[in-house]
């Protein structure tokens, strides 16, 4: 009897497991877009969403929806398998096919079906935990949680996993690590120190955005009509809606300055006042996760603001200081995606797979 040395377990495994993840995910909804298909049944966008007025998918007809959903989230399960394949195994026209499919899909699932319902709820959400059992806001959690929601946020999800299985996928067609990324060399924009100088930018923009529509929020809470007339305003108050608008300005400060944490030394070892953790490591998935998840959710809310008509009267005669911010939204997003990138860069050091860094 001979005994062999088994071959060695990667360090890190999740870049393995990402494809028949997605693969999983999405068939599972593909599967239930054709049933939506089949039935007639079940299909939550376009005019059955009676809160899609600012989404794209507003522009398809409820009667071709599930079938393209169907095709597009069972082929690209499909591509997800295809991608768990040794990549040598095919031809580069096809890996190139492949891969761009996968974007193709990704980008509309993560950015296109959800649009600023997503966003929404995540500002929305610590105010309903917290005061559910207050019975504040008084609202009806019925129709706050809809299907039509829930559908959004699996969208969300499968956009992210299938793009974590291309961008696996091309990392070992081009044999780099398919966990960091590094090949044999490394492009300058890239190193710790170009991605400082860099990120400084992209973190200045991401922060300013929101604290600027936190402004005219704070200001309708404490009775200052800015950019609104007077009696709004009173409108506002006597509806509570102005407590509403006073939670999301309070969530985008937070995540301003959550933003610039990315920059500070806070953000890299928790403060002092932190018992338990003050001096220790701050975690880098701790702040990147997070970070990509609302850069993705602004991106998603800002395309489905761009696709409607009355987005584009806010630079004429629709302009206004409480509008005026959202002009800014659409560099909000793609602001927010660099600084966490840069952010990351910075504090990935060696990698444990294949020992780059």
Known sequence: MTITDAPPRPATRWPDRLAPLAAGWLGLWGVLALLATITGAGYPFGANDP?????????????????????????AAVAAL?????????????RTLLAGYGWAVAAFLALVVPDGRVLVMLGYAPMLIIGAPFGWPPVDYSEIFTWALFARFAAVIGGLLLAGAVLVWQRRTAEACVACGRGDGERGWTTPAAAARWGRWAVGVAAAIPLAYAVTRFAWAVGVPLGISREFLTEMQDNG????????????TVGAVLTL?????????FPRWMV???????????A????????????AAT?????????????????NLASGPMLLWPAW????????????LRRRGACRRCGRG
Do not use: C
């Open 303 to 319: 395309l489905g603001l761009m696709g409607d008509p009355q987005f584009w009267t806010l630079g004429g005669e629709g302009f």
């Open 261 to 269: 944490g990315l920059v500070q030394r806070w953000g890299e070892r």
């Open 82 to 94: 295809a991608m768990s394949r040794p990549a040598n195994r095919q031809s580069r026209p096809s």
């Open 241 to 252: 809606a102005v407590w509403a608008g006073l939670g999301l300005g309070a969530f985008a």
């Open 333 to 344: 997003g793609p602001a927010l995606g660099l600084a966490t990138y840069a952010y990351h």
């Open 288 to 299: 990147v996760i997070p970070a990509t998840l609302v850069a993705v959710a602004v991106t």
């Open 276 to 286: 338990g953790l003050a001096g220790r490591r701050v975690p880098v998935k701790l």
């Open 51 to 75: 809160y899609g007025d600012v989404n794209l998918l507003r522009l398809v007809p409820v009667r071709f929806g599930p079938p393209l959903f169907a095709a597009l989230l069972l082929t």
